[in-house]
Nanobody, 127 residues
Framework: QVQLVESGGGSVQAGGSLRLSCAAS????????MGWFRQAPGKEREIVAC????????YYVDSMKGRFTISRDNAKNTVYLQMNSLKPEDTAVYYC????????????????????WGQGTQVTGSP
């Protein structure tokens, strides 16, 4: 079993920044690909970014390239999402997720790849 706990959400003015953190339980964090997803009201949960087991490979959706950065610290069992230049359209609940079955270097992008999910943290970009 893997438990994930997100933190760092909040409300910021458009153009502001937030840094989300996701702390994972267990001793095998470095074996998991990790992803960040978000879900806005009335919308499907969508991929934001993901990162491979070692952190050597990342993926971002185009709308977030240059604004968001995913990173991980395997020694701390933590994955981060640095969010800059926030827009009102970024308002959503943000979830971290773990894929324990990922291959080395893989960046899984679909919800079905992930077996474990955090409870989510609200991010609001004020206009």
């Amino acid at each position: 079993q893997v438990q994930l706990v997100e933190s760092g959400g909040g409300s910021v003015q458009a153009g502001g920044s937030l840094r989300l953190s996701c702390a994972a339980s267990g001793r095998t964090f470095s074996r998991y690909a990790m992803g960040w997803f978000r879900q806005a009201p009335g919308k499907e949960r969508e991929i934001v970014a993901c990162i491979s087991r070692s952190g050597g490979s990342t993926y971002y959706v185009d709308s977030m390239k240059g604004r968001f950065t995913i990173s991980r610290d395997n020694a701390k069992n933590t994955v981060y999402l640095q969010m800059n230049s926030l827009k009102p359209e970024d308002t959503a609940v943000y979830y971290c997720a773990a894929d324990p079955d990922a291959v080395a270097g893989g960046t899984p992008r679909a919800r079905y790849n992930y077996d474990y999910w955090g409870q989510g943290t609200q991010v609001t970009g004020s206009p």
